[in-house]
Nanobody
Framework: QVQLVESGGGLVQAGGSLRLSCAASGRSFSLYVMGWFRQPPGKEREFVTAIRWSGGSTYYADSVKGRFTMSRDNAKNTVYLQMNSLKPEDTAVYYC??????????????????WGQGTQVTVSS
């Protein structure tokens, strides 16, 4: 019933761009933090970026600052991740997630209780 669905992943050459989408449904996320995480092959899931659904500051991992931008479209119940200047090390499965305000640090995956299925991003050199 509650669902987050990512799309937009694919194969791109280094230096290229992709835009990921996360469509939310099934409940109101107005009191939630929306985040993007990624999991490179053989590695732990890591924080990428997050924003409150209701708006406010956007937070980015140091590794993506200046290259990735998170945005929202409330009318479409969708959040986006614009990825520019992609590098091979950005290769990962990217996940959209939602966390209640009260859950704890936005940087820890364990604090997010809703997750999308993931979308593969592969950056070739």
């Amino acid at each position: 019933q509650v669902q987050l669905v990512e799309s937009g992943g694919g194969l791109v050459q280094a230096g290229g761009s992709l835009r990921l989408s996360c469509a939310a449904s099934g409940r109101s996320f107005s009191l939630y933090v929306m985040g993007w995480f990624r999991q490179p092959p053989g590695k732990e899931r890591e924080f990428v970026t997050a924003i409150r659904w209701s708006g406010g500051s956007t937070y980015y991992a140091d590794s993506v600052k200046g290259r990735f931008t998170m945005s929202r479209d409330n009318a479409k119940n969708t959040v986006y991740l614009q990825m520019n200047s992609l590098k091979p090390e950005d290769t990962a499965v990217y996940y959209c997630a939602a966390a209640p305000y009260s859950a704890g640090s936005i940087y820890y995956p364990k604090n997010y209780n809703y997750w999308g299925q993931g979308t593969q991003v592969t950056v070739s050199s």
